[in-house]
């Protein structure tokens, strides 16, 4: 956290000062240890092992949050007998089909729940084929994740044996301080240390926070991993509450943004899921199979049709299903890596990139500009020359005479973009707060910013329309914003109130419960319902932080509804009072009849404690009084998933794809679920090979950004960081001949690079499983181009193409490489080494 | 005079993030410093300079790992690791060398009791850079004249916070009136004490150190050297008086060298034969013959080696300033 | 101070008048004249830094159509006026020599970049997406109705406002373009 | 290359800590410790003549900045300044005595010493142009800035004495000028030690006692040798005095300063400045003895004379590398301070 968000880290700081205990673990000793209390060093990609033997901690000792525990979260549900666990089936979970390399969730589900649901989802994989299981992730679900039963069958005195507690129990009984010794290479004395700090840190008093970053997301099990650490929070009582919860620190500046207002294949802003082609066929069959109907997700019509309304206007009828039918359909993963694949094998001919780097940025870049080579046209929007627009005379497979310039057919087209000064719109932090910026001057020359870019494309698209039935959706878009200056500069603020919504009477609309099912609403995307409440952009109010309390309430604006904490229900015990003086937080005031506290409170401000919904209520109306998590259909915390993830409702420890270790808490080595591209511009290294018999994890500098286009031409960070080193333990070093700065070439399957050497005991040799371990770090922020005033090989090149089978991200913190010492071979050399370590 | 406005520098909650080294460059519009990995942990500025004038050092103390003996075991050797980060800057002493020598009055005091060049007096003499202690100041051979820190002197004017201390994200740079800082380092090394870090002591707070004490101290958890900071700085300019003592004392041996050469050549060959008496306008040397033998006197007095030389014999004084 | 020729100002002469030869003595009229220069901004705007998502205040200072400064702004209570070095060099990300400000163009096969009028460049993008757009699409797949083009493709960074990600996600779904990704998914 | 080799072998945690990596590390290295001993820091240096001073650092880079003066200008400039001074003197004298040829080569050499001294110290200046500057303020704690003035007046009385003697033009105000460098040029000739030593480079300033002494003999020779360059032998009998008793000056205040500095003396024993102030060492003793023993042979007279400037010059291009080597290595800043802090206790500045 100090090394990539240093002014976020302040707050840490002063926790610290405050008494707060800072333990960090890491497979490096990083700038972060350097302030922590503690340090614990981790072999990457072994986190669940760690963070399951904690929550065997918990629950074999008895120290969850019991009253909490029982009151908002599942643990007492009892399970389908259908349901069988990794401890019975060696690493599986029932509905393992080896064919698809894909679950059936059928047997997962609670007890009682009715076939239809569940036989409706098994029905549709079978009927959609492989391909359509595989987007069974929980996007589909759209924010409210799968549906489940509402008022399951349940165990209070959490002794049945297939209540969630007991599963839990016997799911996580191997993971033990014996196991985390064995496969993290954390000492028992360390983990000792952690389990008793945390847990002494949660209850009623206290509560103990959580902070992770891609470390965690970027693994074949990377949604796993969070899910371990939501399992934790929830039986120790630390999710809703002040200093409490599981902290994503997202690494750009709204990337947050960016999912909430997705450019992502498989869902629609808000996180309504992207329509399928064999499920969605109508707007109702949407509906049926987004997600339940009970929490504040049974208003998905609402939200649903507010979108169509803002994208079509007046041509979106009742009548016409509201033009559900303009949507595309999908009908399998589209992600990024696909579409890669789809560019080397010429369906996808066409392609934006804005503001991104693949060429370096991706894992196996090769791939990425084997693809680019094979476009009709490219338009790369940036503010510099990146590499992914100048591949075609600089990439590195023209040195190895993969490529010749003159061979590349790609047509491209550079446009310029303009910087975060040059014009006004709003980015959407970690925290879910949207902040609008000024716009401190005109961008220079051909500059523009992308608003103008895809409002004038789109201007020009709709001239050409034809009348043919295909161009409907675009002849029907509604595309009018007010322009602004020479540069007819579209109006960001008119764009941001036709996100934030309106009603029938045309005026701004304050909140998603306003938003209607009939059409007489208007919304962008309904989580961001209410950023131009009273015609007043929320997301421009600055008064000053000292003004107010810590919460801040009228600086920016945090969706859903400006609150801070979600899940603030669970910050009151159920009657609705406070858990403790020290934890006070939202309360139920009996006397004035509403929640009071210094947030917004997360669920309907008259909601008694007491209430209890009638039968075949609808949506928040169906959750009780003391049911926290609303967005979920019954309320509760989910200990245990039954529906919704596609590589298991629990956690459980895999391998990295790529690994020097064997598994040994399963016959199963790695996800089974996980996704692959064997081909020949993406091959892999075999598992535990010992020709790649280091751990290799790559990460950031606080020195730089990303794939280095916004640091390495600015003289003022490329100084600071000027070359790509790699960090290794003395003892590594020695055995290979290395000394500090000299250069070191590093090989996976996919490529080599070369890096200087930077010896240090920041990073320790491991003993796993009784033997030596050795990782390696490489931090990823340089490439040939992009007008860096410092260059230098790409790391990113030597990442496999694995990804987790529920969001597709690729595992980039944890895989296996060779170290030789020296630079690496040039052009066709480097061809012929690789050549070996494939075949040789 | 406004007040003594500092720096308190608390490296025990120094990050190593930089942003001090970057907000400096940016407010002063200072040049980079070359591109050269220098495999010294995170650190590749290296030193502060003339294009430097925030610095950062890492220091790695970490506990060495070997294997150990067939089963090639890690194993353990030294105490818990730790990864020091000071942001070093100008001291602004009490004292200031490279203020006392520069003759040009480029450097001079400022209203905040800061040490600062005037970039428009400054000739480039070079003489600032080696009479700091502490080796801050430095010249900037394509441009010619020497620069350094300058606690944003242009900010403090318009009643501003210098850049550094601002963006520093966990405050580990605090600016403000010394007398305050100081108190409050105070208070930060005594709480430090008590959860047990003896190791923390503060570095250039004391009035009484060999500069008088800096408008910029800080926190350190090791010796100063071991951040690149000498461990007992001294102002040169302390021994100056007894310098020119000992420089007037080396003038008069030569005057009474001189004189005993030709007294010695006199009395040898009885006046050369090449003079011609009363030649040349030489009047007034006739009148001042006398001279020689105060000349001679005054060898005998100051001649030798060892003695002691005059004392209080420059009007030092009057031109001092202010003293404090 | 002020007042009197060079002799009077000459630092020697205001020595013997007893001002203090390392202090108000050795001052010349430029230190005398000194201010902050975002003191002469022409403008300041509120804005957010561009790096990382923990979302610091920065204000941006302009004099005579250029940036002049740009710091964190005091008043943010999530960074209170702090930055991190990527956030202290913003200047440089917006100002810096290696920054384009002309559109280029590479024809197939073509060795070199080319100058393009923007306007040129947004007619030119508009046909291609509308020609592959025509030549790939998709009005049924395996028997059902998908109204797509497989044959575009977007990837966009996390650096783009929310407003910008709004019109594109409209904009390629209006298109039928589905293989719409970004940062997020990286 | 050299500012990473120098980390190299650098041990890590306590004082004396270990060397890293025990064993089969030691190729390797590591970057974490900053201590270490001076062997493990500057090896390949060569033997050592004191025994070894262990001292931690930050990756050996020095505490403090180089001199950044620059060869040849700054060691010229303090030979000149030197000759000119002393001529000064010789000339007084001369003048004084009788010895007119004496006097007007005296008078000549002390202006050109001042003015092309002058010159190569406006060309070290990095703003030339900003020469002028030097006399803007008058600051005694500056030897730079008393040196100018005496500089000032050192080259006009000079200039004036030499103009007047040569022209023959107001022989009275040459005269009267030529007196006053009495006081100016021998000033002129041992400032500059207290330039040098009034820094913080350790070998300079601990010599502040036996630098002026160096450089007030090491002038003497100077202005002896040009006298007896310039002048008939029959008049040279005082320059070839004032050279012998400038060599024997330089002599023993060099032997001082390189004898009771201990470990800060260091570099005036080591390294290019070792062999500098050797041969300085030899050229002036040698150029001393052949002046008592060249009789009336006009070629060792020269061969004297020139072994005399050599010798000077010399000594001051050894100081001024001496200076340099002294700044490069933190040994000589660290090791004193600390010792002095572990014994007497911290500096302080007294009365000030």
Redesign the interface.
Same mark, same amino acid.
């Given at each position: 956290m100090?090394e990539?968000? *240093?002014?976020?880290?302040?707050w840490v700081?002063e926790a610290r000062a405050r008494g707060a205990k800072v333990f960090h673990v890491d497979p490096r000793?990083t700038?972060?240890? @350097?302030?922590a209390d503690r340090?614990t060093q981790i072999r990457a990609g072994s986190d669940i092992v760690l963070l399951g033997a904690l929550i065997n901690h918990v629950l074999s000792n008895e120290l969850d949050f019991r009253e909490y525990v029982l009151a908002y979260t599942n643990a007492s549900t009892i399970v389908s007998e259908d349901y069988r666990d990794t401890e019975d089936l060696d690493g599986l979970f029932s509905g393992f089909d080896h064919e698809t390399r894909s679950y059936d969730p059928a047997s997962w589900s609670y007890e009682g729940a009715p076939e239809e649901a569940a036989a409706g989802e098994r029905a549709e994989q079978v009927e959609g084929g492989r391909a359509h299981a595989r987007t069974a992730g929980p996007d589909q679900y759209g924010a409210g994740g799968a549906a489940a039963l509402p008022r399951p069958a349940a165990d209070p005195t959490l002794r049945h044996p297939r209540c969630v507690y007991q599963i839990l129990k016997r799911h996580f009984a191997r993971y033990t301080a014996e196991t985390v010794e064995e496969l993290c290479g954390v000492s028992r004395e360390d983990f000792a240390e952690l389990a008793e700090a945390i847990t002494a840190n949660s209850g009623r008093e206290r509560t103990t926070t959580w902070v992770y970053s891609v470390g965690w997301t970027q693994h074949t099990v990377g949604v796993q991993y969070i899910r371990t650490a939501s399992i934790l929070q929830l039986l120790l009582g630390n999710i809703g509450r002040p200093g409490g919860g599981i902290l994503a620190?997202?690494?750009? @500046?709204?990337?947050?943004?960016?999912?909430?207002?997705?450019? #992502?294949?498989n869902i629609?802003?808000g996180y309504l899921p992207?329509p399928h %082609?064999?499920r969605n066929?109508t707007l109702d069959d949407y509906l049926a199979r987004a997600g339940g109907d009970t929490g504040f997700w049974g208003r998905k019509r609402a939200y649903m049709v507010s979108l169509l309304k803002a994208?079509w206007g007046d041509a979106a009828t009742e009548e016409n299903g509201f033009r559900f039918?303009?949507? $595309?359909? #999908?009908?399998g993963d589209?992600?990024?890596y696909?579409?890669v694949m789809?560019?080397i094998d010429g369906?996808?001919?066409?392609?934006?990139?804005?503001?991104?780097? &693949?060429a370096v940025?991706?894992?196996g870049g090769r791939a990425q500009r084997f693809g680019l080579a094979n476009l009709?046209?490219l338009?790369v929007r940036?503010?510099? #020359?990146v590499e992914t @627009?100048t591949f075609?005379?600089d990439g590195p497979e023209l040195e190895t005479g993969e490529m010749r310039?003159?061979?590349?057919?790609?047509?491209?087209?550079?446009? &310029?973009a303009a910087?975060?000064?040059?014009?006004e719109?709003?980015?959407?932090?970690?925290?879910r !707060?949207?902040?609008w910026?000024?716009? %401190? #001057?005109d961008p $220079?020359?051909?500059?523009?910013?992308?608003?103008w870019?895809?409002?004038?494309?789109?201007r020009?698209?709709r001239e050409?329309v034809t009348s043919e039935e295909?161009d409907l *959706?675009?002849r029907e !878009?509604t595309w009018d914003y007010p322009e602004e200056g020479e540069h007819r500069e *579209?109006s960001?603020s008119a764009?941001?109130r036709?996100?934030g919504g309106v009603g029938a009477d045309g005026q701004a609309l304050s909140a998603y419960t306003e938003l209607e099912p009939d059409g007489s609403t208007r919304c962008?995307?309904w989580i961001?319902c209410g950023v131009y409440a009273d015609e007043v952009n929320q997301a421009a109010r600055?008064?000053?932080?000292?003004e107010?309390n810590?919460e801040?309430l009228e600086?920016?604006w945090a969706w859903p509804a400006n609150r801070r904490i979600l899940y603030n229900r669970a910050s009151a015990d159920p009657e609705g009072r406070p858990w403790s003086e020290r934890k006070a937080y939202m309360y139920w005031d009996e006397e004035r009849g509403e929640w009071a506290g210094p947030d917004v409170p997360d669920f309907e401000k008259n909601k008694r404690p007491d209430y209890r919904p009638p039968e075949n209520a609808a949506a928040e109306d169906a959750l009780s009084g003391i049911d926290p998590f609303i967005m979920q259909t019954d309320g509760k915390g989910w200990l245990f998933a039954p529906a919704g993830l596609s590589d298991g409702p629990l956690p459980a420890h895999y391998e990295p794809f790529e690994s020097p270790v064997r598994n040994s808490l399963y016959g199963q080595q790695c996800n089974p679920g996980l996704r692959t591209y064997p081909r020949p511009e993406s091959p892999y290294n075999p598992e535990r090979s010992p020709r790649f018999p280091y751990v290799l994890t790559t990460y950031r500098?606080?020195?730089?950004?990303t794939a280095g286009a916004?640091?390495r031409?600015?003289?003022? !960070?490329?100084?600071?960081?000027?070359?790509l080193?790699c960090e290794m333990?003395?003892?590594l @070093?020695?055995?290979l =001949?290395?000394?500090?700065?000299d250069w070191a070439t590093i090989v996976t399957s996919r490529t080599a690079i070369e890096a200087?050497?930077?010896?240090?005991?920041?990073v320790? $040799?491991?003993?796993i499983q =009784?033997?030596?371990v050795h990782q390696i770090g490489l931090p990823y922020h340089w490439g040939w181009g992009?007008?860096?005033?410092?260059t230098g090989d790409v790391t990113n090149d030597l990442l496999p193409i694995a990804l987790d089978p529920n969001?597709?991200?690729?595992e980039s913190k944890a895989t296996t490489c060779d170290v030789r010492p020296g630079r690496r071979p040039r052009g066709g050399d480097l061809l012929a080494m690789m050549e070996e370590y494939r075949h040789g | 005079m406004a007040e003594r406005m500092g720096f308190f520098t608390d490296t025990s909650i120094c990050i190593g993030c930089k942003a001090c080294e970057v907000a400096c460059k940016e407010w002063n519009q200072l040049p980079d410093d070359g591109f050269l990995f220098q495999a010294t942990s995170y650190d590749n500025t290296v030193a502060l300079g003339a294009s430097t004038w925030r610095h950062v050092a890492f220091i790695e103390q970490q506990p060495v790992w070997t294997p150990e003996g067939e089963t090639g075991d890690p194993l353990r050797i030294g105490p818990d690791g730790r990864w020091l980060m000071s942001s070093d800057v100008c001291k602004h002493c009490t004292h200031a060398g490279c203020l006392d020598v520069c003759p040009t009055g480029a450097l001079f005091r400022t209203e905040f009791d800061t040490v600062v060049v005037q970039p428009d007096i400054c000739n480039g003499c070079g003489y600032c850079v080696p009479a700091c202690p502490f080796g801050v100041i430095d010249r900037r051979e394509d441009d010619g004249r020497a620069w350094k820190c300058t606690m944003c002197y242009d900010r403090q004017r318009g009643g501003l916070e210098p850049a550094c201390a601002k963006a520093c994200p966990t405050d580990s740079i605090q600016f403000g009136p010394l007398d305050e800082l100081r108190e409050r380092a105070a208070g930060r090394v005594a709480a430090l004490h008590a959860e047990g870090r003896t190791e923390a002591r503060l570095y250039g707070e004391s009035p009484g150190d060999g500069v008088g004490g800096m408008g910029a101290f800080f926190l350190l958890l090791d010796e100063p050297e071991v951040y690149g900071l000498p461990p007992d700085p001294v102002v040169p300019t302390r021994d100056l008086p007894a310098m020119w003592r000992w420089a007037g004392a080396a003038a008069l041996t030569m005057v009474g060298a001189v004189a005993v050469s030709f007294l010695g050549a006199a009395v040898g060959s009885g006046g050369g034969s090449g003079r011609s008496a009363g030649s040349s306008g030489s009047r007034a040397f006739e009148q001042v013959r006398g001279v020689r033998g105060v000349l001679v006197r005054g060898v005998r007095r100051f001649g030798g080696f060892g003695g002691s030389p005059p004392a209080g014999w420059l009007p030092m004084r009057r031109f001092q300033g202010r003293g404090r | 101070m002020a007042g009197g020729g060079w002799f009077a100002r000459w630092p020697v002469i205001r020595q013997l008048r007893g001002q203090d030869g390392r202090g108000d003595a050795a001052r010349s009229a430029r230190t005398d004249a000194l201010r902050p220069r975002v003191e002469e901004a022409d403008s300041v705007a509120r804005s957010v830094c561009p790096y990382c998502a923990v979302g610091c205040g920065q204000l941006v200072y302009v004099k005579d159509g250029k940036v002049s400064q740009i710091e964190g702004d005091p008043d943010s209570p999530i960074s209170r006026g702090r930055l991190c070095p990527k956030g202290s060099a913003s200047k440089q990300l917006v100002t810096h020599a290696g920054r384009q400000t002309a559109v280029l163009y590479r024809r197939p096969y073509g060795t070199e970049w080319e100058p393009l009028d923007l306007d040129t460049a947004m007619d030119m993008i508009a046909d291609r997406v509308l020609r592959t757009r025509r030549d790939t699409w998709q009005q049924e797949h395996e028997g059902r109705v998908v109204r797509r083009t497989l044959g575009i493709a977007s990837l966009g960074g996390a650096t783009l406002d929310n407003e910008e990600n709004y019109l594109m996600k409209k904009l390629y779904t209006a298109l039928g373009a589905i293989q719409v990704e970004n940062q997020a998914r990286i | 290359m050299t500012r990473r080799s120098r980390e190299r072998a650098t041990t890590s945690g306590t004082p004396s800590g270990t060397v890293s990596g025990v064993g089969t590390v030691s190729v390797a290295g590591t970057v974490s410790g900053v201590a270490g001993t001076v062997g493990g820091m500057v090896s390949g240096t060569g033997p050592e003549t004191v025994p070894e001073a262990e001292f931690r650092s930050y990756y050996g880079h020095p505490v403090i900045k180089r001199p950044i003066w620059h060869v040849p200008h700054m060691p010229l400039y303090l030979y000149l300044g030197g000759l000119s001074g002393a001529s000064s003197l010789t000339a007084v004298l001369a003048g004084l005595t009788g010895r007119h040829r004496l006097a007007r080569a005296a008078r000549i050499t002390a202006a050109l010493g001042a003015s092309t001294g002058s010159a190569f110290l406006i060309a070290e200046l990095g703003r030339p142009a900003r020469f002028l500057n030097m006399l803007r303020v008058f600051k005694p704690t500056s030897p730079m800035s008393v040196g100018s003035w005496i500089l000032a007046a050192q080259g006009g009385l000079s200039a004036a004495a030499a103009v007047s003697d040569v022209t023959g033009i107001l022989p009275a105000v040459g005269d009267a000028a030529a007196l006053a460098t009495v006081v100016t040029g021998p000033l002129t000739a041992t400032y500059t030690a207290v330039l040098v030593a009034d820094t913080a480079v350790p070998a300079w300033h601990a010599g502040y006692r036996e630098l002026p002494f160096l450089f007030a003999g090491s002038a003497l020779a100077s202005a002896g040798a040009a006298g007896m360059l310039a002048t008939p032998r029959a008049e040279a009998g005082p320059a070839r005095a004032v050279a012998l008793l400038g060599a024997a000056v330089e002599t023993a205040a060099a032997t001082l300063l390189e004898q009771r500095l201990g470990l800060v003396g260091e570099p005036y024993r080591q390294g290019r400045a070792g062999l500098l102030l050797r041969a300085a060492r030899a050229l002036t003793a040698g150029g001393g003895l052949l002046t008592l023993l060249a009789g009336r042979s006009r070629v060792a007279t020269a061969a004297s004379g020139l072994a005399l400037t050599a010798g000077a010059l010399c000594t001051r291009f050894g100081v001024l590398e001496a200076g340099r080597a002294s700044a490069a290595d933190p040994k000589y800043t660290v090791v004193p301070q600390r010792e002095r802090v572990e014994t007497a206790g911290p500096a302080s500045v007294p009365g000030r």
């Open positions: 100090a990539c968000h *240093p002014v976020g880290f302040q700081v000793y700038r972060t240890s @350097a302030l340090y620190l997202r690494g750009h @500046a709204s990337i947050q943004g960016s999912t909430d207002i997705p450019t #992502l294949f629609l802003p992207m %082609a064999h066929e994208w039918d303009h949507l $595309p359909r #999908l009908t589209h992600g990024h696909n579409t789809g560019q369906t996808v001919k066409g392609y934006f990139v804005v503001g991104e780097n &693949p940025g991706s894992s009709d046209w338009v940036d503010l510099a #020359l @627009a075609w005379k310039t003159e061979e590349i057919g790609t047509e491209v087209f550079f446009l &310029p910087s975060h000064v040059e014009k719109g709003t980015f959407t932090n970690t925290q !707060l949207l902040q910026r000024e716009k %401190a #001057l $220079p020359g051909d500059c523009r910013s992308d608003l870019f895809y409002y004038h494309l789109g020009l698209i050409r295909r *959706p675009l !878009l *579209p960001a764009v941001l036709e996100i962008g995307c961001y600055r008064r000053p932080g000292r107010q810590p801040a600086w920016g500098l606080t020195e730089h950004h916004m640091s031409p600015l003289a003022y !960070l490329a100084e600071l960081q000027p070359e080193f333990s003395p003892t @070093a020695a055995d =001949g290395l000394a500090n700065g200087r050497v930077l010896v240090t005991e920041r320790r $040799p491991l003993r =009784g033997r030596v992009s007008g860096g005033l410092v969001v597709y991200i690729q | - | - | -």
